[in-house]
């Protein structure tokens, strides 16, 4: 039986290493130019040929993202840059617009995936794509899972992809206007501001020239604030509605979230996989510990209700923040610890691998990596020394409880 690929975000180099370490078959990246992720780090040519070889070197996949809607102008230099994406052996690039498809298979011989700001919802336009000769469609976040299950059956040879984890547009699969209006940033070009984020007062116009402020409470609303969404406790029948890719969304996110949901759902579809599928209450506790707003499961049983939006915040919320990361093996169990928030002997923290449950320690003793003093504490951006009883390796990440809920 073919295993289902997990796809996950990399904004980076460094999320890129962490998403395949924690058990990604796949990531998806952009380059400096034509992504719909301006303000991500991105990654420079320098970085996505190295990104390459990492990928192949370790037997994984990866995809770069072409998803702008493009102008005119645009369009001037993306022959030679596709050229250049075809040069460096990539697995495919994800594409929203036709024209740029068109571009794609006129000047490279790069596998396109169609996009899910390309909003496809049936199989009409799913055997559109695999008729022009597109390899997979990542189909609009609108569709049901009987839906998926349609559009397998009328198209079984071609590969499909969806979500499963992480933030939701409020607009049709992402193709919204409304940071183009209010700020005169491009969503669709990759500079969304994010306005349905906002907190709003809602008017309701009750005859001609008069309105009456109503709003849902006296503070406002967020009204157009989706949940996230979380797949993980139904993820079992999304591995049978078809579909050939898994994907998370995030590429703007922090590698603690990143690792973390890879390594969840790379549990769960291990478990489905071991034909021993059932829900464990833990996967769903660890994506809790990660930066989210509360979860929903979007479009995928019924049309998204009023109970899948947050009224009263926009904010994030996590029970746990990432404190520390395992940098390098120095031998005799000592090791060298990347610090990325506050962190002091005798912290309750957890130990986080890419395989099994995380393990909860006491801080050791550490000192200063560079005058190699003892210190009780350790601040960002620093890098301490420290002895452990407990196995630890580069990638192995440290995370500590937060005081109170955010």
């Not at 992504?35 to 070889?53: G, I, M, Q, T």
């Not at 919802?121 to 469609?137: C, D, F």
């Not at 919320?317 to 990347?338: A, F, P, Q, R, S």
């Not at 003093?373 to 620093?382: G, L, Q, R, S």
Request: glycine letters at 6%; charged letters at 30%.
């Amino acid at each position: 039986m073919k295993k289902i690929e997990l796809l996950s975000p990399a904004g980076n180099y460094e999320k890129l290493e962490m998403v395949y370490n924690y058990g990604a078959d796949a990531a998806y990246i952009g380059g400096k130019l034509f992504n719909l992720r301006a303000f991500a780090d991105n990654f420079n040519d320098d970085e996505l040929e190295k990104a390459v070889d990492l990928a192949h070197k370790l037997n994984k996949k990866i995809y770069i993202t072409l998803n702008v809607i493009p102008h005119n102008e645009d369009l001037k230099i993306m022959p030679d840059y596709i050229k250049y994406l075809d040069s460096l052996n990539i697995d495919g690039v994800i594409v929203a617009d036709m024209g740029v498809f068109q571009i794609v298979k006129e000047n490279s011989d790069i596998p396109v995936n169609i996009s899910t700001q390309a909003s496809n919802t049936n199989w009409a336009s799913v055997k559109m794509w695999k008729e022009l000769g597109a390899k997979r469609v990542i189909l609009a976040r609108e569709v049901s899972i009987d839906e998926i299950k349609q559009i397998k059956d009328k198209v079984p040879d071609i590969e499909l992809e969806a979500f499963v984890h992480g933030a939701m547009c409020m607009s049709i699969s992402g193709r919204c206007l409304l940071s183009n209006y209010l700020t005169g940033r491009d969503a669709n070009r990759g500079a969304c501001a994010q306005p349905c984020r906002w907190k709003y007062y809602l008017m309701e116009e009750t005859r001609p020239g008069e309105y009456m402020p109503i709003t849902e409470d006296e503070n406002g609303t967020y009204i157009m604030n989706s949940k996230d969404l979380c797949t993980i406790e139904f993820l079992d029948k999304m591995i049978e509605s078809g579909l050939d890719s898994l994907k998370i969304e995030g590429r703007m996110k922090g590698i603690y979230y990143a690792a973390t949901t890879t390594k969840i759902y790379r549990q769960a579809i291990d478990k489905y996989y071991s034909g021993n599928w059932n829900f464990e209450q833990k996967w769903l506790d660890d994506l809790m510990t990660i930066s989210h707003r509360n979860y929903t499961s979007g479009f995928y049983f019924k049309k998204p209700g009023t109970k899948d939006h947050n009224y009263d915040s926009s904010s994030y919320k996590h029970t746990h923040k990432l404190v520390g990361k395992v940098i390098k093996d120095l031998g005799n169990d000592h090791y060298l610890i990347e610090i990325r928030n506050k962190l002091s002997v005798g912290d309750q923290v957890d130990i986080i691998k890419p395989l099994g449950d995380s393990i909860p320690i006491k801080f050791p003793k550490m000192q200063d990596n560079k005058n190699g003093e003892n210190i009780d504490t350790a601040n960002p951006n620093t890098i301490a020394k420290i002895k452990s009883d407990i196995k630890l390796y580069e990638k192995d990440m440290i995370r500590k409880k937060i005081k109170k809920v955010q």
